[in-house]
């Protein structure tokens, strides 16, 4: 299995507050990526990074921020949390961007905004 | 823009075969992956297809119509442990993947 972990893997807050997740690897993987799960939509994407200090946006990037200082530790913050943001938040990592290179996925954050 | 369909759900009986549908349009292509995500659990990696044709792994197979924009996932001998929900996802050159929305598929005894 590839060797990501999600911190915290469940969390309930209120609407209003600030929420860091958080994403290790020890793939040594140049891309990381976070997405979030709802029932309908599938996984979309929220941000992703192709090296330290570099990201950019994805599909549904209003409301989160993104850093990446070191290679193998990508967090996503919510400023302010709103009831919206409720979902299950996966990372994953890839060696490449597209081609024949698939994506492998953290265990998922649970996320409960009150 | 891309856009990736896939029926929302369906129902096998333990021991048969069935056969999960994806249809998609994108911009660019360089790919199509499948993955089984059991409830709760993060998906896991199970195909990839470039080139037309079938891809053989074990009980599971996947076919690719570049053509028709169309591939398929086809699950043998069906097992209890194979309810899940299965999410085909597209790759472009250089371009992040798009995922559709996943078929929840359930094995009855």
């Known amino acids: 299995d590839a060797g990501i972990t999600q911190s915290p893997r469940h969390k309930v807050t209120e609407t209003g507050t600030p929420v860091t997740l958080r994403c290790h690897q020890t793939?040594?993987?140049?891309?990381m990526y976070w997405y979030r799960q709802d029932p309908g939509h599938g996984l979309r994407l929220i941000h992703y990074s192709y090296g330290v200090k570099d990201t950019d946006k994805g599909e549904v990037s209003d409301g989160y921020s993104v850093s990446r200082s070191k290679t193998e530790d990508f967090l996503l913050t919510l400023e302010s949390a709103t009831s919206s943001q409720t979902s299950v938040y996966f990372c994953a990592i890839s060696e490449r961007r597209g081609g024949n290179q698939p994506q492998h996925f953290g265990d998922g954050t649970r996320l409960s905004i009150l | 823009g891309q856009n990736i369909d896939q029926p929302t759900e369906m129902t096998a009986t333990e021991g048969a075969i069935v056969q999960i549908n994806c249809t998609y349009q994108?911009?660019?292509?360089?790919?199509l992956f499948w993955y089984q995500q059991h409830a709760g659990e993060a998906p896991t990696f199970l195909s990839y297809?470039?080139?037309?044709g079938l891809e053989e792994k074990g009980r599971f197979s996947s076919f690719l119509s570049r053509s028709k924009g169309y591939s398929y996932l086809l699950l043998k001998e069906l097992q209890m442990k194979d309810s899940a929900s299965y999410l085909c996802?597209?790759?472009?050159?250089?371009?992040?993947?798009?995922f559709g929305p996943g078929t929840r598929l359930s094995v009855l005894p």
């Open positions: 994108t911009s660019g292509f360089n790919g």
């Open positions: 996802a597209v790759s472009g050159y250089g371009q992040n993947f798009v």
């Open positions: 793939e040594n993987h140049r891309y």
């Open positions: 297809n470039v080139l037309d």
